[in-house]
């Protein structure tokens, strides 16, 4: 069997809607267990939940739980409540299981090493030796781009004596993946249509970490692939890494989904918000009596779906949403902002 029928099988397998166009849209909630949820969060799950009811579409929960060094079992009981507790809901997942089970990404390590081998086999990645020290010293590269230096190829064409001399001294590589094509185009449904050539996203990228983890940009890929979505919401802060999972879409000839990305919500001096930020935690502030229609309602008028701030449920917001109200300028909130959603939680 050739290699690029062996890449092909693994497409069949994991990819329901192969080449075709979307006709139904199918939305996810993937978060990453490694802290409890923000502002910042519910602002791009609410929109997400809004975006696919809005067409009558389906939801996935994920979660994408790949880092073992930060993913915390506990994280992810309370994603779960938070969620509920601003009333969103999903129709398959985690908790309630589903046809496109594990809904976990540490449960489909299997299929990722699958994957990886298959584009072994294809020539399109390669093995990479360098260490996070000599990756550090590239920092003083010059910059393509806002997001950091390219790699530079440094390990793409080593021989096989050379590669054997690396492994020989103890050395363990990463994989990376190798792209031949000039520029990378998408569209967003908030940013239009993006092209970037593929020094700008960073070039060569590790989809299989030298310890083995696997990359977030191969697994929300063969997930999204799996799981059959069609709609991606998350923050703009990932614009420049979708050329990378557009790119591993067409190696397996499957449909990219639609992308959305939002505006970030930043504190009142311009910060994005963080896990560090733990005042802004959703948790913290439902034990602060602040009412999840208080948090919707300021989120929503921050991200221009209404017109003025006011208690709102996710129900109610859902009757005039549309993705052309969304504000593309950043969700700034105010300094006083606690003090701001108590008294909306308290207001008739």
């Known amino acids: 069997m050739s290699s690029l029928s062996n890449l092909a099988k693994i497409a069949a397998e994991i990819c329901p809607a192969g080449t075709s166009p979307h006709c139904t849209v199918?939305?996810?909630f993937a978060p990453s267990p490694t802290g409890y949820m923000h502002l910042g969060n519910a602002w791009s799950f609410l929109v997400c939940w809004l975006a696919a009811r809005a067409k009558n579409g389906r939801l996935v929960l994920r979660i994408e739980d790949i880092d073992p060094d930060r993913s915390k079992p506990e994280f992810v009981d309370?994603?779960?409540?938070?969620?509920?507790w601003l009333g969103l809901d999903w129709d398959e997942g985690v908790d309630i299981g589903g046809e496109y089970e594990p809904y976990t990404q540490s449960e489909s390590t299997l299929l990722y090493n699958r994957v990886i081998e298959a584009l072994q086999t294809d020539g399109l990645v390669y093995p990479c030796y360098c260490t996070r020290k000599e990756l550090r010293s590239l920092a003083s590269a010059p910059?393509?781009?806002?997001?950091?230096?390219?790699?530079?190829?440094?390990?793409?064409?080593?021989?096989?004596?050379?590669?054997?001399?690396?492994?020989?001294?103890?050395?363990?590589?990463?994989?990376?993946?190798?792209?031949?094509?000039?520029?990378?185009g998408f569209t967003d449904a908030?940013?239009?249509?993006?092209?970037?050539?593929?020094?700008?996203?960073?070039?060569?990228?590790?989809?299989?970490?030298?310890?083995?983890v696997f990359a977030y940009q191969l697994a929300v890929v063969v997930d999204d692939m799996r799981q059959g979505?069609?709609?991606?919401?998350?923050?703009?802060?990932?614009?420049?890494?979708?050329?990378?999972?557009?790119?591993?879409?067409?190696?397996?000839?499957?449909?990219?989904?639609?992308?959305?990305?939002?505006?970030?919500?930043?504190?009142h001096e311009g910060e994005r918000l963080a896990k560090r930020h733990r005042h802004f935690e959703l948790c913290k502030m439902r034990e602060d009596g602040i009412s999840a229609e208080a948090v919707v309602g300021y989120?929503?008028?921050?991200?221009?779906?209404?017109?003025?701030?006011?208690?709102m449920s996710v129900r109610k917001l859902l009757d005039t949403f549309s993705i052309g109200q969304i504000n593309t300028n950043a969700l700034q909130l105010e300094k006083d902002v606690i003090e701001r959603l108590k008294g909306l939680s308290n207001a008739c």
């Open 299 to 311: 989120l929503a008028y921050l991200g221009g779906l209404i017109p003025t701030c006011q208690k």
């Open 229 to 267: 979505i069609t709609q991606v919401v998350r923050g703009e802060d990932i614009l420049h890494c979708t050329p990378r999972q557009v790119y591993l879409y067409e190696l397996f000839g499957c449909t990219p989904p639609e992308y959305i990305h939002l505006p970030l919500v930043v504190d």
């Open 26 to 28: 199918k939305g996810r």
């Open 143 to 184: 910059h393509l781009s806002d997001y950091g230096s390219a790699y530079p190829e440094l390990c793409l064409h080593l021989s096989e004596e050379e590669r054997g001399e690396r492994e020989a001294a103890g050395r363990r590589s990463s994989m990376r993946l190798h792209c031949e094509k000039a520029e990378i």
């Open 78 to 84: 309370g994603i779960i409540e938070d969620l509920k």
């Open 190 to 212: 908030l940013h239009g249509d993006c092209c970037m050539s593929w020094k700008e996203c960073g070039g060569d990228f590790p989809l299989r970490r030298s310890d083995g």
